[in-house]
């Protein structure tokens, strides 16, 4: 969708939803302009943490690789990881979203994303986890990645 036709869409809702749902989807709008702008033809990724960590990646142009994982239903092997799923996606809430991320902890902040290029990082070898994408390492190793941004997660808590 065209960013002329968002606006119009916009500003067609505009007297049916409250002025908190009405700046939120102003908010998404804006950091999805932002994001796409700052990423041009290249596919992006989004990294969920709290808001120091994700300028320190921002900073640092490195993530921290976290350990093999075994799920219930799922191995999710070494790296660091990212997502396709936006940070303006009303499809999911905060809880959701680190429910899904950490195997059903709903309490991990997820408050803030990183974009990130796409380049390096592969589909996880597991089914059922579409949006799941890695860079393997050894945990604990810092692992270059491309920031492209940082904010707030946009996903109502």
Not at 77 to 105: H, K
Request: net charge positive; glycine share 6%; no cysteine.
């Amino acid at each position: 969708m065209s960013r002329k036709s968002s606006n119009i869409i916009l500003r067609l809702l505009t007297p049916f939803v409250t002025p908190f749902a009405r700046e939120l989807a102003q908010a998404r709008a804006k950091t999805q302009a932002r994001v796409k702008r700052r990423a041009g033809a290249e596919s992006i990724l989004f990294h969920y943490t709290d808001k120091a960590s994700a300028a320190l990646i921002g900073f640092t142009h490195a993530m921290i690789a976290t350990p093999k994982f075994t799920g219930t239903t799922a191995v999710f092997p070494p790296g660091a990881y990212a997502s396709d799923i936006s940070p303006w996606s009303p499809s999911l809430t905060q809880r959701e979203l680190s429910a899904l991320f950490y195997g059903g902890a709903a309490n991990r902040d997820v408050s803030w994303f990183v974009a990130l290029r796409k380049r390096d990082f592969i589909r996880i070898p597991s089914p059922g986890f579409p949006n799941f994408f890695y860079r393997p390492s050894l945990p604990g190793i810092p692992v270059p990645v491309s920031p492209i941004t940082i904010g707030p997660n946009l996903m109502t808590p």
